[in-house]
C-alpha cells in the first residue's frame, strides 16, 4: 500500500467512525468499532474492517444494515474527504479480535492450571 492509500485510510477510519456511531440511525447496527481501513494504491477500493458487539447473529444484522447504508456512508465520506473519487466500500468483520480473546483465554486457562 502506498503512503497516499495508508493516509487516506487512516482518514476514511477516522471519519467512519464519525458516521457509524453518530449519522446512521438504523436498528440492525448495533455497536461496532472500525477497527482498519485498507484502500487499494488506485484509491477505488476501501475495505473496512468492523468488530461489533454482540453474537453472530447481531453481526450479521449489522452487516445487513452496513450494506443497506453503503451509499449514505460512502456519500458522507466524498463530502468529508477531498478525492477525485470517493472508494468503493466493502465492509469485513475482523477475525483479529475474536482470535486475539481466544488466545488470551487459552493463556489464562494454562496459567490456573499451572498454578494448581
Do not use: C, W
Not at 503512503?3 to 458516521?19: S, Y
Not at 450494506?67 to 465492509?91: D, V
Amino acid at each position: 500500500m502506498s503512503m497516499r492509500a495508508t493516509r487516506v485510510g487512516e482518514q476514511m477510519k477516522k471519519e467512519l467512525g464519525d458516521i457509524l456511531g453518530r449519522k446512521l440511525k438504523d436498528p440492525r447496527i448495533g455497536f461496532l468499532t472500525v477497527t482498519d481501513v485498507e484502500v487499494s494504491g488506485d484509491l477505488q477500493i476501501a475495505k473496512v474492517y468492523i468488530s461489533v458487539l454482540g453474537d453472530e447473529k447481531k453481526r450479521e444484522e449489522t452487516l445487513k444494515g452496513l450494506a443497506k447504508a453503503k451509499g449514505y456512508i460512502r456519500s458522507e465520506i466524498g463530502n468529508r474527504i477531498r478525492l477525485r473519487k470517493t472508494p468503493e466500500l466493502h465492509f469485513e468483520f475482523d477475525e483479529s479480535v475474536d482470535y486475539g480473546n481466544r488466545i488470551e483465554s487459552l493463556i489464562a486457562e494454562l496459567n490456573t492450571k499451572d498454578h494448581e
